[in-house]
């Protein structure tokens, strides 16, 4: 049994957790992590006679000591701290991947938590974009508003640097003193860990980087934090907790991904796993294939971030439609994820949203276009998609229909995607 799952949970609910992202939420997006990005600046630099430049970087890597590989190749090869920052956003750029597959990684699923802020060691934005910030993605040194206003909106504080500005990109020593010897920086992540509790998410802790925050501030990590691992034995459970302070919420990858684990324990924070999941003693399973749907915490989540809510609000629509559209939104995202749980075919949920954007483009075409009245033009798609028929798809889903409300929904899921067209008038945001 996790035993420190359900301490976790309450932990959330109480809103005081806030997740700390490391390089392994994005390994399934081919983003390389810190050894490989060393590696391949050893690889373009340590040419000619340097093999022994190669050998002694690659030992250091072993080691998980990236700080000596860097320092390394810097004595040895004449590569400048700019040059390695260049390097490592140019290879982030060229390496990186679009998954079309939400269940291949757990960017969406942290979507669908009530967090606001996020700290990340990543340097890419992929986090960002797929949490749908309102706001840009900031370096936690940068900040320049009350501190007090931090938790406020959601967010992603991006701790070692951005791509976007690969001259923020800290992966050195020197450059990892300069950043945490900065009396700012030390004052507002102590502000951080000092008010909510840390759950780092994708890191395997022999990373040197979090090793040694921790370690060299442990007045900042006075209050217990998290971390969710895989495998770890119960020597790494122990020393993680002795010496960093960390909890661990273990998970096995036998006959598992990661990021089906890590979503079940996310979905267990949420509440979704209070009745349908059980735990054991490495894991956490699901056995109900029957779509249960939303809940009533479910529809108290605020929805004021999302796209598809803005979409609503620019236009001339009664709030109280606006509310409604949004309970139907949670209830169609609730009944996506369940059925996706329940081992429905992708392209089978595709095709129900294929036949929801059609029936909206031709509500479009015959309400919209000829009266100009974005709330009638809601009210007709609403309309029309309660009594939309299947076909046969309804074969294929069985007993998982959707209900009236989560197939209303569906609408509001494709104008969510920024990608979709699906606008309620000529207002755009």
């Known amino acids: 049994m996790n035993v420190y799952l359900d301490d976790l949970c309450k932990d959330y609910r109480e809103n005081k957790i806030v997740p700390f992202i490391g ?3 994005s390994v399934p997006f081919n983003v390389p992590d810190w050894g490989n990005l060393i590696r391949d600046i050893a690889n373009k630099h340590a040419v000619g006679n340097m093999e022994f430049v190669k050998s002694a970087v690659e030992m250091d890597l072993e080691r998980y000591d ?14 400048q701290e700019e040059d390695i920052q260049e390097h490592v956003a140019e290879t982030i750029h060229n390496k990186m991947k679009i998954l079309d597959n939400d269940l291949l990684h757990n960017y969406s699923d942290l979507h669908r938590m009530n967090f606001n802020l996020y ?17 840009n993605p900031i370096l936690l040194k940068e900040i320049q508003f009350s501190t007090q206003n931090l938790f406020d909106k959601k967010r992603v504080c991006q701790l070692h640097g951005t791509t976007s500005n690969y001259g923020t990109i800290v992966i050195s020593k020197e450059g990892y003193k300069n950043l945490y010897e900065d009396k700012k920086y030390e004052s ?25 925050l921790i370690k060299e501030h442990k007045d900042f990590f006075m209050s217990k934090h998290y971390i969710i691992l895989a495998n770890p034995t119960m020597e790494k459970i122990r020393v993680l907790r002795e010496e960093f302070g960390l909890l661990t919420i273990s ?30 003693e490495d894991n956490i399973t699901s056995n109900d294939p029957i779509v249960v749907g939303a809940g009533i915490e479910d529809l108290q989540k605020d929805m004021a971030d999302n796209l598809f809510y803005k979409k609503l ?21 609730e009944y996506i994820r369940e059925l996706k749980k329940s081992g429905i075919s992708l392209k089978i949920i595709d095709a129900m949203l294929g036949k929801v954007f059609i029936k909206y483009k031709e509500r479009y075409a015959d309400s919209y276009r000829k009266h100009g009245n974005s709330e009638e033009f809601l009210a007709v798609v609403h309309s029309s998609l309660e009594n939309l028929k299947y076909d046969r ?29 699906v606008w309620w008038g000529e207002n755009r945001c």
Do not use: P
């Open 23 to 25: 390089a392994g939420l």
């Open 66 to 79: 990236y700080w000596q590989a860097i320092d390394v190749l810097k004595r040895y090869t004449g590569v």
């Open 119 to 135: 700290l990340t060691t990543n340097y890419e934005n992929i986090l960002h974009n797929y949490l749908k910030c309102e706001l």
């Open 188 to 212: 507002l992540l102590r502000l951080v860990t000092g008010t909510k509790k840390l759950l780092f998410m994708g890191f395997s802790f022999d990373d040197q980087f979090i090793r040694t």
């Open 251 to 280: 998970y096995t990858t036998e006959n598992a991904s990661h990021a089906d684990e890590i979503r079940k324990i996310l979905e267990f924070m949420r509440g979704d796993g209070q009745e349908k999941n059980q735990l054991n």
């Open 313 to 333: 609000k620019i236009e001339d629509i009664d709030q109280s439609l606006v509310e409604l559209s949004s309970a139907f939104y949670v209830a169609s995202e």
């Open 393 to 421: 798809i309804k074969q294929l889903l069985k007993d998982n229909l959707a209900d009236e409300d989560e197939i209303r929904g569906l609408i509001h899921i494709l104008a969510d995607d920024d990608r979709m067209q």
